[in-house]
């Protein structure tokens, strides 16, 4: 079935209202008219079991039938900062994250990172989008949240929770060790570098400011790869899997 999300102020007792993209959508791409069901989500772990009263490519109007409790978020509080890659790539890690649970992604400026942000309100806003239509394909019960663009020492001072700081350079302590010995943690915070990695200066700091530096097996893994495998492992050991 369908799924949209809806803005608290358009979901009435027993009706919802759908406009702008959403509405071209229904009518134009999936054709659907009088009769024919949806679910809306309002972004806050409910979901509506809806019938279209009304459609046209200014607006939707739904009738609710039922009113459901959204079971798919993970039960960790798990944010992504992603040293910002080139290309598309982005966009890939946001889709496949939002598909695994994630709570939050901030993309940041690492050492490394060869992307100039020259317009990073514009940037945020596709991530953000791309976040949606993830979220309306998986079924989730909110929308994750894209940070604003930020810098290593403002992502590195975050607090709170299990810090996780995946390091091509760490020989000793492996994803599977810290997990196992993090039974119980709610939070979790894993920081992932751009295609050149990390510099050993931006580990060291990392560990002074109490991130874990974890190896990921003997294989170095794409900056794409890496989120998606941490994020996975993590879901496994500590999440609902």
Known sequence: MHKFFAQPQNIGESTIHLDGDDAKHITKVLRLGQNDMVMVCDGNCNDYLCTIAT?????????????????????????????IPKSDKMDYIIQKCVELGVNEIIPVVTERTVVKVKDGDRKRERWQRIALEAAKQCGRGVVPA??????????????????L??????????????????QGVQKVRIFVGPEGGFAEE????????????????PRILRCETAPVAATAAVICMLGDW
């Not at 700081?165 to 993090?182: H, T």
């Not at 931006?202 to 097996?217: H, P």
């Open 55 to 83: 459609a046209d490519k200014n607006g939707v109007a739904l009738t609710i039938n039922q009113v459901l409790k959204n079971t798919t978020e993970c039960p960790l509080d798990i944010t992504i900062y992603q040293s």
């Open 146 to 163: 894209i940070g604003e663009v930020c810098t290593f020492r403002e992502a590195i001072d975050s607090e709170g929770g299990l810090k």
């Open 165 to 182: 700081f995946p390091y091509e350079n760490e020989r000793a302590s492996s994803i599977r060790k810290v997990l196992e010995e993090a």
């Open 202 to 217: 931006e580990a060291e700091c990392a560990r002074e400011n109490g991130w874990q530096t974890v190896k990921m097996g």
